[in-house]
């Protein structure tokens, strides 16, 4: 892997490489360990060894489980609070992964090789296993120790709200998300309605400087990640406001977006973050 020298020289500096202070004009140990990783969620994924996001476990977070609509053959999960079932997951206090439950994961692969001599049942036990836990062995970068599993790779909001969750939400509002209906809801805009959103988006964002966003044309179809959250941070709660059948849903986006803005501070209090949190929740809720 292409990682290997890097985690070579993370092993090694965290023993320790003999280093000259030019200023004190003398040696010291320098020692460095690398505590976060950054990377999209396929890049992250990939790094801690796990199935994904697809898969039947598919948090890198937590340890939740997703269903899937076996009716339609579809082979994609969806992880809902609730599932069809009337099991529920409670938000507040979700199975999270530690590395005490990693290493409790990995060592179930171990035994099964230990106990389960034919090659063939053991590797149909394994994927059993990897599955139910959404893992396929142990991660990258785990020899010093410096990287908690998960904490250590958070979230990007571009990629989770920008390029998954916004463009799908505006996608269910149209009537256009997997062919799902409004069944019991109320929430779909015409289309004639999002033309004219559409233009108005264009024609708000003429006066703006460019620092502060691009041109936003009339086709969201060829929306940037940037433009979708100059979009819905600042646009949709106005644009949208009224064009619900029921104001509900308006409510639903603005907090949201609220949601959003917080994730984007620079500073956060732990008092701030235990209300995200809390937002959060009630957000998710509210949406099933």
Same mark, same amino acid.
């Given at each position: 892997s292409f990682l290997v020298p890097y985690d070579d020289e993370c092993a090694a500096l965290a023993v320790g490489v003999r280093t000259f202070n030019a200023p004190a004009k003398e040696f010291f140990t320098l020692r460095g360990y690398t505590l976060f990783e950054m990377g999209d969620i396929i890049a992250i994924e990939k790094s801690l060894n796990i199935k994904g996001h697809n898969?039947?476990?598919?948090?890198?977070?937590?340890?939740?489980?997703?269903?899937?609509?076996?009716?339609?053959?579809?082979?994609?999960?969806?992880?809902?609070?609730?599932?069809?079932?009337?099991r529920s997951w409670d938000p507040e206090?979700?199975?999270?992964?530690?590395?005490?439950?990693?290493? =409790?994961?990995?060592?179930?692969?171990?035994?099964?090789? =230990?106990?389960?001599?034919?090659?063939? =049942?053991?590797?149909?036990?394994?994927?059993?296993?990897?599955?139910?836990h959404g893992m396929k062995g142990l991660p990258a970068l785990r020899?010093?120790?410096?990287?908690?599993?998960?904490?250590?790779?958070?979230?990007?909001?571009?990629?989770?709200?920008?390029?998954?969750?916004?463009?799908?939400?505006?996608?269910?509002?149209?009537?256009?998300?997997?062919?799902?209906?409004?069944?019991?809801?109320?929430?779909?805009?015409?289309?004639?309605?999002?033309?004219?959103?559409?233009?108005?988006? =264009?024609?708000?964002?003429?006066?703006?400087?460019?620092?502060?966003?691009?041109?936003?044309g009339s086709t969201p179809g060829y929306y940037t990640a940037e433009a979708w959250a100059f979009w819905f941070i600042y646009l949709?709660?106005?644009?949208?406001?009224?064009?619900?059948?029921?104001?509900?849903?308006?409510t639903h986006l603005c907090e949201l977006s609220d949601i959003i803005k917080a994730c984007l501070r620079f500073t956060s209090t732990t008092v701030q973050v235990e209300t995200l949190w809390q937002d959060i929740i009630r957000w998710v809720r509210k949406y099933e």
């Open positions: 898969s039947f476990c598919p948090c890198r977070s937590c340890e939740i489980k997703g269903v899937r609509n076996v009716t339609d053959h579809k082979k994609l999960y969806y992880v809902p609070l609730t599932q069809p079932d009337g206090n979700l199975p999270l992964w530690t590395p005490e439950r990693l290493v =409790a994961a990995i060592q179930k692969f171990d035994e099964i090789s =230990a106990t389960i001599p034919d090659q063939a =049942a053991a590797a149909k036990a394994k994927d059993v296993l990897a599955k139910f020899r010093v120790g410096s990287l908690h599993y998960p904490r250590s790779r958070p979230w990007d909001t571009m990629h989770l709200f920008f390029e998954n969750i916004v463009p799908n939400l505006v996608k269910l509002w149209s009537g256009k998300f997997k062919g799902l209906d409004v069944g019991t809801g109320s929430y779909e805009i015409p289309a004639d309605t999002w033309d004219l959103i559409w233009e108005e988006t =264009a024609a708000a964002v003429q006066h703006i400087p460019s620092d502060f966003v691009r041109v936003l949709a709660p106005i644009l949208l406001k009224g064009r619900f059948p029921d104001t509900k849903y308006h």
